[in-house]
């Protein structure tokens, strides 16, 4: 049986691991950190356990979903709710529970805060989306789409562009159309209107997926060794050692599932993937700051999730709403700009918005964390060229958020890489000869 190394047991890496480990294949995955999951991790702060950073999932996230109902996770571990936009005061749109397209069609004639035009306005901007069947020129910006289908001030400022930012990590004017209208296709646009639901972890994002993946690999041939960094590849006639692995053996299938920069590290220390290791180390990256504030029972928002405007942070989740305890809210800033504000100064600038938000005057914080990710996900702008999951070294492939994909950098992104490349491993292994990445 062939014996597959994975490196990161993020969701990329364990999502491999799991498809092989179903197909009965020898896989070890090595994490050098002591906690499961990469970027979607729980951290202990102060002895709390928080993300590193709030996520929201949608439920046109299939394959994770595939890999959760795999690896035994509970639905109820996932709090769905119909697409909503609610920042109070200003606009409160939320899909009716109806099929698709009926579901937003009647949301958006429901809307408050939308006047027809703006209405008409949302209806033709898919409708021009439909038209062109989701492609649009190379080199569009979604600044770009919302001019050319009229979008008012109002439409980009509170719908268009916040929900860029939550997709895409990545500001409109600098952000891929393409990308936006993958995901806007796969949620707004789809024949299900389960496809645009709002899905928020009621567990830490360790426990979320990474966890049972864990349990699942330790009945299946699998195991993880954490604490375990790689720091070096080398390879050899029959496969690559691993330099940092315990013992002296050679893999024959490797994989690098780790965040773009570590992987460049690893593909530098092959020596035979330079350019490879280049074009990685050149990808944009966008950073994300969740800024936690635990008021206490008795302080909540109106849903689990509004949208803030007016200030740093441009969406708020009720924590206490999502199995977490009473009163701790999460706000997320996405793609924060250089010379916006200092950490300092984010959390009253985010107090404020909150304040003005919920139109009450909150009582101090009982503690605070601002975490920052500095290179939380590649920033997807138009053109950018993503790597596939073949390397230019046979046996050697690659896993993560940043790989080509219809998605941009996200869990769903992340999982879809790893399940390929372990079909690839496993049709590469029946037939050897077949595939271009092979020893
Ligand atoms: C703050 C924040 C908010 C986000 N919000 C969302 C969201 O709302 N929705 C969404 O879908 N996505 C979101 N994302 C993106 C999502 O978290 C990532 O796309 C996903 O976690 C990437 O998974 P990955 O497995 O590709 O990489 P990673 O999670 O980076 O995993 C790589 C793993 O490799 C390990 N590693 C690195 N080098 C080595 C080595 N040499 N040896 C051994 N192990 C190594 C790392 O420790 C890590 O565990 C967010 C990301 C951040 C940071």
Redesign the pocket.
């Known amino acids: 049986m062939t014996a597959v190394a994975i ?7 364990l999502a491999c691991a799991v498809e092989l480990a179903r197909h009965d294949m020898e896989v070890t995955v ?4 002591r906690t ?6 729980a951290v202990r702060k102060h002895d709390r356990t928080i993300d ?6 949608i439920g046109a ?1 299939t394959e994770l979903a595939r890999l959760l109902r795999l690896t035994g996770v509970s639905p109820r571990q996932i709090k769905r709710l119909p697409l909503t936009l609610h920042i109070p005061g200003q606009i409160r749109l939320r899909a009716a529970t109806l099929p698709a397209p009926l579901h937003l069609l009647t949301g958006l004639i429901c809307a408050q805060g939308l006047d027809w035009r703006e209405r008409f306005a949302v209806c033709a901007l898919l409708r021009h989306l439909k038209r062109r069947r989701f492609q649009l020129p190379a080199g569009t910006t979604v600044t770009g789409l919302l001019t050319d289908c009229r979008q008012s001030f109002r439409l980009r400022n509170l719908l268009w562009e916040p929900l860029c930012l ?1 997709a895409l ?1 990545t500001p409109a004017h600098e952000a891929s159309a393409q990308l936006f209208a993958n995901i806007l296709r796969d949620t707004l646009a789809a024949a299900s209107a389960t496809a645009s639901e709002l899905l928020i972890p009621r567990v830490d994002l360790s426990e979320l997926f990474p966890v049972p993946a864990a349990r699942y690999l330790a009945t299946r041939n699998g195991s993880i060794l954490t604490s ?4 070096a590849i080398i390879p050899e006639n029959t496969g690559f050692r691993l330099v ?1 692995a315990p013992g002296h053996r050679i893999w024959p299938q490797v994989v690098i ?3 773009p920069h ?1 992987a460049t ?2 593909l530098n220390s092959t020596g035979g993937c330079p350019e490879l290791a280049a074009r990685i180390a050149a990808m944009p990256s966008e950073a ?1 700051t ?1 800024i936690y504030l635990a008021f206490g029972p008795g302080v909540d928002l109106p849903a689990p999730m509004i949208g803030l405007a007016d200030g740093p942070a441009q969406w708020a989740f009720d924590r206490g709403q999502c199995g977490g305890p009473e009163g701790l809210l999460a706000t ?1 800033i996405s793609a924060p700009r250089p010379g916006g504000k200092g950490r300092d100064d984010l959390i009253p600038a985010t107090l404020t918005q909150l304040e003005r938000a919920l139109g009450v005057s909150l009582p101090a914080p009982q503690w605070t964390r601002v ?1 920052t ?1 500095k290179r ?2 590649i920033a997807c702008r138009p053109g950018i060229i993503r790597p596939g999951i073949a390397t230019p070294l046979r046996g050697l492939w690659l ?4 790989i080509e994909s219809e998605y941009p ?6 999982v879809r ?2 399940v390929r490349c372990a079909r690839e491993i496993m049709e590469g292994t029946k037939h050897p000869d077949s595939s271009g990445n092979q020893r």
């Open positions: 490196i990161g047991a993020g969701y990329a890496g090595f994490e050098r950190s499961l999951g990469g970027r979607a991790r590193n950073g709030q996520h929201l999932l996230y939550a990590n375990n960094a790689i720091t940092g599932a780790t965040a570590h590290t690893l994300i969740t997320v975490i990710e939380a996900t896993a993560g958020d940043y950098a996200t869990l769903e992104s992340a890489s790893g």
